[in-house]
């Protein structure tokens, strides 16, 4: 049983460029939620999605980020006109459905670098 | 708001010794509480997880952690000491109503494991 998987594992972007993480959970799980890890920090919260639903983005930045997860195929996190300031390690974690307070198991993250 | 405390940036122990990584908590009503371990440029790998039951709870690799509810403690533990246990360590609690889909995470605890 594959893990979440995560591509891409790094990218590169100069300022003013849109980035697209994308996310495809564990077979069987229907929540997926976004963090972000900047340099030196803990996890930061951003976004929980279900299949074609956003469940809570209390944590997404008003402007710029969006998210999906569609029926078919990966969650994308989407980061429009980047800037310095996001450059971080963008994580995927996904839990089965029915228990929301499920393990929540990652995946090996974006590394985001905007220039 | 919930929240999640790891008072150590740092912990260092000699290989063999037994170690503590402590984390506080604050949630209202029932705590969910977890623990991840995280290798460099990798994503978080879950060790363990309090939901309900026994107040100390196993995990992965030897590792173990006890509930405290009265201290509002989870502190992670190994009786010994591996050089290969060195890693950044996350606390994480979630909790309920419109906190329940998303973890929030400690700034992280730097394991160094000396032979």
């Known amino acids: 049983n594959a893990g979440v998987m995560q591509n891409p594992r790094h990218l590169v972007r100069r300022r003013g460029q849109e980035a697209r993480l994308r996310c495809s959970p564990m077979k069987g799980h229907s929540h997926v939620y976004w963090y972000r890890q900047l340099p030196e920090e803990g996890l930061k919260f951003m976004v929980y999605?279900?299949?074609?639903?956003?469940?809570?983005e209390s944590g997404m930045p008003k402007e710029r980020f969006s998210a999906e997860f569609p029926k078919e195929g990966p969650s994308i996190l989407r980061i429009q006109q980047v800037v310095r300031g996001d450059s971080a390690a963008y994580f995927c974690?996904?839990?089965?459905?029915?228990?929301?307070?499920?393990?929540?198991?990652f995946g090996p993250g974006t590394r985001l670098t905007v220039l | 708001a919930q929240s999640v405390a790891q008072p150590e940036d740092q912990v260092n122990v000699a290989e063999g010794n037994p170690l503590t990584v402590k984390c506080t908590y604050s949630v209202s009503g029932n705590p969910y509480l977890f623990w991840y371990v995280q290798y460099p440029n990798r994503g978080l790998q879950f060790l363990l997880k309090y939901i309900t039951g026994d107040n100390l709870v196993k995990g992965s690799y030897g590792f173990e952690a006890e509930f405290n509810k009265s201290q509002t403690s989870f502190h992670l533990k190994k009786p010994s000491a591996l050089v290969s246990d060195s890693a950044l360590y996350f606390c994480?609690?979630?909790?309920?109503?419109?906190?329940?889909?998303?973890?929030?995470f400690g700034d992280g605890t730097t394991l160094t494991v000396k032979p």
């Open positions: 994480a609690v979630r909790g309920l109503g419109t906190n329940a889909g998303k973890s929030t």
């Open positions: 974690a996904s839990s089965p459905p029915g228990q929301r307070y499920d393990t929540q198991y």
């Open positions: 999605l279900q299949k074609e639903n956003i469940i809570d």
